[in-house]
Nanobody, 121 residues
Framework: QVQLVESGGGLVQPGGSLRLSCAAAGSIFSINDMNWYRQVPGEKRELVASITNDGSTGYAESVKGRFTIARDNAKKMVYLQMNSLKPEDTAVYYC???????????????WGQGTRVTVTS
């Protein structure tokens, strides 16, 4: 059983910053890509940022230059530093990771429960 637990969401004013964290726990042999998604009610879940296990990153156009994804493989954690936040960044943010639980098992996608980010004055 694998668990992803996010933390760090909250209420912030436009222009402010937040740092989201996500910890992977449970039966883990290796972790491939780790990602952050976000979802606004009534809309599709959107990929915000991704990072491979060797550190290559990718970002949605809407967050490039403002958000930074990072991971700590030893701690099995992924982070999302969000700067210059805008009201349109308001959403529930989800951590996602492609995890191989055992050496002989295939990797599967796991999701956290989500953490809410609200950007408002």
């Amino acid at each position: 059983q694998v668990q992803l637990v996010e933390s760090g969401g909250g209420l912030v004013q436009p222009g402010g910053s937040l740092r989201l964290s996500c910890a992977a726990a449970g039966s883990i042999f290796s972790i491939n890509d780790m990602n952050w998604y976000r979802q606004v009610p009534g809309e599709k879940r959107e990929l915000v940022a991704s990072i491979t296990n060797d550190g290559s990153t990718g970002y949605a156009e809407s967050v490039k230059g403002r958000f930074t994804i990072a991971r700590d493989n030893a701690k099995k954690m992924v982070y999302l530093q969000m700067n210059s936040l805008k009201p349109e960044d308001t959403a529930v943010y989800y951590c996602n990771a492609n995890i191989k639980p055992k050496a002989w098992l295939r990797a599967v996608d796991s999701w956290g429960q989500g953490t809410r980010v609200t950007v408002t004055s």
